[in-house]
């Protein structure tokens, strides 16, 4: 058997490759690591700790339920996060306001972090995959002074890491520091995450469509006339295509940057802008996909990573994927927005 890598390694041999860093972002990954072991370990015995499964009975401030494990991860990411000193602070899904870290060294600190600490959580009492979303920055302020909002108000392209864990059938940690996407499986029997998925593509082309077609009737025609198209049999073209929704975005996106498909969350006519956060979502899972030859954007031809934020709980319409399926679909909605143009004429 090959020597394998383990990602404490691979941290090390990356960062050696770049003489001019101090080991700042190693040592942030190195931090999210911990916490990812750290909520792992709670999320395999979700089924059986009583005061982690359930509501805690407080809404976050987009007014949805916090379960336990999302309270619980959020304060697992902070803690660990903050106790490494490389952060000037973060933004959470599960947190109002971005929080600041005010020590001295916190202050000197040149990154931020922004995460969806518990993604998919409506998805833990019934044992399906769930995941953890974060995206690293470096911040805009100064450095020895106070985090300020425009630290995290970035644009996705000045990303400098990205990455998520998926607690499933076995947990991994994927991110990107924007050369390449590399997959780390967690070997519970010894602790440690080991390269798995060197180098991870997204395939040009796939056959898995991914979308809450519940929401069919309140969908744009664009979409719906491109779910239709996805079922139609075609055999040149692989159609029909195959439907997988999980409701656990990581998931969803795991499974078809791997196998090859798309994913889809529009707006729609009780969402404007969709349901997904921009700054927790849809940016790290854009420079994902687009690190991996994938690409990401709202459907009407504007780039994921190159939306300006203006708040943190932003929501975005999004389309991510393989390429062509993306290419697809904005066709469909470029399509049928200009036959409502000619209508109005
Ligand atoms: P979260 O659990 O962080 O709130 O995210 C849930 C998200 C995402 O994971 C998933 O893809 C999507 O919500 C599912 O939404 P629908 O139930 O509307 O399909
Ligand atoms: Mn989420
Ligand atoms: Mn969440």
Redesign the pocket.
Known sequence: MGRITTLGEFIVQSQSNHPEAKGELSRLLSAIRLAAKVVNSQTNKAGLVDNIMGNVGTTNVQG?QQKKL?VYANDVFIDALQARHELCGIAS?EEDDFVAFTSKECKNAKYVLLM?P?????NIDVNVS??TIFSIYQRQSPVGTVATMEDFLQKGVEQVAAGYVIYGSSTMLVYSTGNGVNGFTFDPTVGVFYLSHPNMRCPKSGKIYSI?E??YPHLPSGVRNYIKHCKELDPPTKRPYTAR??????S?FHRNLIKGGI?L?PSNSLAPNG??RLL??CNPLAFLVEDAGGKATDGRGKRILEIEPKELHQRTPFFIGSSNMVDEVEQFLEESDTRKAVEVM
């Open positions: 949805e999302d899904e969806d518990l993604d998919g959580s409506s769930i995941g809450n519940g929401n929704y999980i409701g656990s975005l990581v969803d994913y969350y349901k997904l927790y979502e």
